[in-house]
């Protein structure tokens, strides 16, 4: 494919420049309309690379993700008014990764970024001060790229000023893993190790713009949280700069001790930094499923009483199978 780089690109600035009002509007173009502009080809190129050109040209333009629909109440847009004056290190950086390291199609990417910014606005604005408490959910088809969903919406959480990342990443090992994975290559920008002498850094590294940042991290490909390496290796919420974020598993034990972690770092009082909390499979282990509606299931308890150590928090869940979060009473406090 490299060798018909140049080729390529002369093709994909004919489609920009003849579809350009559809490009604007996010919109795919239509195969048939790539083939007719293979069909005016200086180049005489042989049927497999006009092939192998068309596939590309299809993966750059004719993907597609569409935009999805929002039910909200009690919202305040925020995010609009404070644009001009986030500097979008980590959205900038994947936003760049994904389109020019040919990840994802750029109108798909476009596409992401209004809906990661929709989903962003409907969070609480973590420069506002006083106590808030928000909580929604983002529901989309099996392998319909939350992950990626939630990925973005963690690097523009960190880039608008939160500082306190919770991604609850499943109920298995190996899916706590993969997912830390995912965020390394996304956000944290290296191996997530403890004690590493040299970083391994991700691809994503060579598309930062200036000086290369980091986030810091209490959980690792190598361990879900726990207390004594986090303590070990310094991982605190005192002072912080840069945003940290934890990925771990929905476990009561794991979940208890970074509960019983977080507490004593109020010091008595609620902790003032803004937290992102984000439930992967949010339909899976979350829901208050007690037959008692005075008493609550030990994950779903566990994950209250995370939330209220903040001030101010959003909890955002993703889900295929929102069923079972539908049907949660709304004037519950025990959700």
């Known amino acids: 494919m490299d060798d018909l780089k140049a080729e390529i690109g002369y093709f994909a600035a004919k489609i920009r420049k003849d579809f350009a009002a559809d490009l604007s509007r996010l919109a795919s173009i239509p195969t048939e309309a790539i083939d007719q502009i293979l069909q005016r080809d200086p180049f005489g190129l042989s049927r497999e690379q006009l092939s192998a050109v068309r596939r590309q040209l299809e993966f750059d333009f004719s993907v597609r993700q569409d935009a999805g629909h929002t039910i909200k109440s009690d919202y305040e847009p925020w995010l609009q008014a404070r644009m001009p004056d986030i500097e979008f290190y980590y959205w900038t950086r994947l936003r760049r990764y994904y389109v020019e390291d040919g990840m994802l199609p750029p109108n798909v990417v476009a596409q992401l970024d209004q809906v990661t910014n929709e989903v ?21 088809h099996v392998q319909s790229g939350k992950t990626t969903n939630y990925a973005s919406l963690i690097c523009k959480a960190a880039d608008a000023g939160y500082k306190i990342i919770i991604l609850l990443a499943g109920l298995t090992n190996s ?16 191996k997530s190790l403890f004690g590493q002498l040299k970083p391994e850094l991700m691809p994503i590294m060579t598309f930062c713009d200036g000086q290369r940042t980091y986030p810091a991290f209490g959980t690792t490909r190598d361990a879900d949280f726990n207390r004594t390496s986090a303590n ?11 945003p940290i974020i934890f990925v771990v598993k929905k476990n009561k034990g794991i979940l208890g001790n970074l509960l019983e972690w977080i507490a004593p770092q109020g010091h008595g009082d609620r902790i003032n930094y803004p937290l992102l909390l984000i439930d992967d499979e949010a339909d899976n ?36 199978t929102p069923f079972a979060n539908i049907f949660i009473d709304p004037v519950s406090t025990a959700a």
Not at 175 to 190: N, S
Not at 298 to 312: S, W, Y
């Open 285 to 320: 282990a979350s829901v208050n499923t007690h037959k008692d509606p005075r008493k609550s299931t030990a994950i779903n308890e566990v994950i209250r009483k995370i939330l209220k150590q903040f001030n101010r928090s959003s909890y955002v869940g993703y889900t295929a």
């Open 175 to 190: 899916l706590r893993m993969q997912t830390q994975e995912r965020l390394d290559e996304t956000f944290i920008g290296k």
């Open 120 to 140: 962003l606005d409907f969070c609480g604005n973590p420069e506002d001060v006083g106590a808030w408490s928000r909580r929604g959910m983002v529901m989309g």
């Open 232 to 242: 070990q290796f310094g991982v605190s919420l005192a002072n912080l700069k840069d």
